[in-house]
């Protein structure tokens, strides 16, 4: 299915990531595993994939970074030919009050989920307007598109990955290269287990199907938007959220 594709997973040592990798490498596509600081996680990653008879390897890179994002890109084209798929996963919160807020706070969340998003995006574009093809799938969040109280950094962040989408997707539609954006609910992963339990009941009672999801809820609808089967589909936001944005 996605035999002979290559695909770059960022913030894939961990949670969704991890799983969009596993995912994709299982339909057959060489997986590029990129991390931040967890670099023995990645390599868990990697053997997984490898165990299950993939292809993948495990490569540093803070995308917050434009040069070394773009480090990054050139080392995988010039290693496996070309990039067939780009998933822009990597993600972080620094949740706060709106007034207790700090700018550092603000910057950072930003600087990885959105620029770290761009980065990757500008860095790759070339390369996949001359293979004339090419799936970029960003994530977002149901932050994003609702809008989340304690989180003004996060939602600021998840709603420009939306907007930078349907930009990029119109910018880049003529060059037979799709870019979507999927945008996950609460799913169990590190990042929601630092919530309190009363929290989580309190958004548990909001989710219309009454649970949090798996990372292969969200796994399996990148793996979609990366697929042939997608190929006409483009500028959207797929919501991977038992019902919330409804
Ligand atoms: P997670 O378990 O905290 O994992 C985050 C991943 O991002 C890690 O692999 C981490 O790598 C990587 N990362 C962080 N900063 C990075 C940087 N500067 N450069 C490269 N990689 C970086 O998070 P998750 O829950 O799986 O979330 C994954 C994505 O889904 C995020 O974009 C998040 O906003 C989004 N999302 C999650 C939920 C949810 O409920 N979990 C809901 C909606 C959207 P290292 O460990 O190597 O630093």
């Given amino acids: 299915m996605l035999k002979d594709k290559v695909a770059v997973v960022t913030g894939a040592s961990r949670g969704i990531g991890k799983e969009i990798a596993k995912t ?3 339909q057959g596509a060489k997986v590029i595993v990129n991390f931040c600081g967890s670099e023995e996680k990645a390599r868990e990653t990697v053997e997984e994939i490898k165990e299950a008879g993939g292809v993948a390897e495990a490569l540093q890179c803070d995308v917050s970074d434009f040069d070394k994002a773009a480090e990054m890109m050139e080392y995988v084209v010039k290693q496996y030919g070309r990039v067939d798929i780009l998933v822009n996963n990597a993600g972080i919160t620094r949740d706060g009050l709106l007034m207790k807020m700090s700018g550092e706070d603000f910057d950072a969340v930003l600087d990885t989920n959105l620029k770290g998003a761009f980065h990757c995006i500008r860095h790759v574009a070339r390369q996949m307007v001359k293979q004339r ?9 149901v932050s994003g598109v609702l809008g989340n ?18 930009a990029a997707a ?3 539609a003529s060059r037979g290269i799709t870019v979507n954006a999927v945008a996950p609910g609460f799913i169990k992963t590190d990042m929601t287990d630092k919530l309190s339990d009363s929290v989580k009941e309190g958004v548990t ?12 809820d969200v796994a399996y609808a990148v793996a979609f938007l990366a697929s042939e089967e997608a190929r006409y589909i483009t500028g959207q936001v797929l919501c991977v959220d038992g019902g919330m944005a409804m």
């Fill in 170 to 172: 119109r910018e880049l």
């Fill in 24 to 26: 994709l490498a299982l």
């Fill in 149 to 166: 109280a304690g989180q003004v950094n996060y939602s600021a962040s998840k709603a420009g990955i939306i907007g930078m989408t349907k």
């Fill in 205 to 216: 009672a909001q989710i219309p199907l009454r649970t949090f999801g798996e990372t292969k």
């Fill in 133 to 141: 093809g090419g799936r970029i799938i960003n994530i977002s969040s």
